[in-house]
């Protein structure tokens, strides 16, 4: 219903509250098949207008997914629903994140997610138990998210401290007026201390720091990725998300943090491989296979390197 809101006229730019909603979706449960599905018949608007992408922003996280949409997958939007409740507020075993719910009404079972996009994907947990592993896979869930969000179509809106990896500030409860509203833990005072440590990479915030700067830049100067256009296709790989820009660009993501492989035959259907790919975030080149292997929680955004040599764009702070 978002869709028929938007037009040139009257709202030229909208959120787009169903990716945001279904990135948080596919990495609690380490598949893009929702994602994937509902995005392929949701994303496209009138091309005179445009979405804005975001992770998460002041608000609280709602599941804004279609119900029809989950049911055509064989999942029961209700019950998945209560998953990722329980998921995103650590009471699901196994559960990385740290989030607060908001809003929760006992007849309809309804609730709404509250936290910064560093506790969410596991950092705070990570740093609680001292736990590199945990840390390390925390980092490269917030930068896979930022991959797909700026990559794809549309305008990136990044909330402010989600750059420097900035965990959930639990202060707000002892404050008279916010202490019953749990959205105040996502709205914290900016950390100018923790601001220092961007340009280590060494650290957590110069982690994620770090490899926004790199997607900022390679979208700033690359034409390819200035096209709205963007499709998303099953690469039947279920962990893995995959869409083409501009017809010309092919982005993917790893959702899991085990090494999965996509068969070139169900990309050349909406992508032309090429012999050799560059990535346009770190400028590392490849050469094509039949398969294509991706690390867990890594990102590509492959372009054809045969039309001569691209370096990554110049970082700039």
Known sequence: DVASYIDWDECP???NPT????LWEALATREVRLLRHSMARRWNIDPRSTWINYIRVHDDIGWSFADEDASEL????FDHRQF???????????SFATGLGFNFN???LDMRICGTTASLAGL?????YSNDGLIGNAQKRIAMLHAVMIGAGGIPLIYLGDEIATQNDYSFRQIPGKANDERWVHRPHFDWERAEKRTDPSTPEGFVFGEIL???AAKKHNPLLSDEYTVFFDNKNPHVLSFVRNRAVLVMANFSEKPQQIH???IKFYWSIPPKTVDLITGETFETSALFTLEPYQYLWLVDATHGDIAPAPLED
């Open 106 to 108: 006992p007849q309809t």
């Open 84 to 94: 990722l409740n329980q998921f995103y507020t650590g009471q699901f075993a196994g």
């Open 124 to 128: 705070e947990q990570g740093l609680k």
């Open 74 to 77: 064989g999942i029961n939007g």
């Open 13 to 15: 730019i909208s959120y």
């Open 19 to 22: 990716y945001m909603a279904l």
């Open 214 to 216: 790199k997607m900022i």
């Open 264 to 266: 070139s035959d169900w």
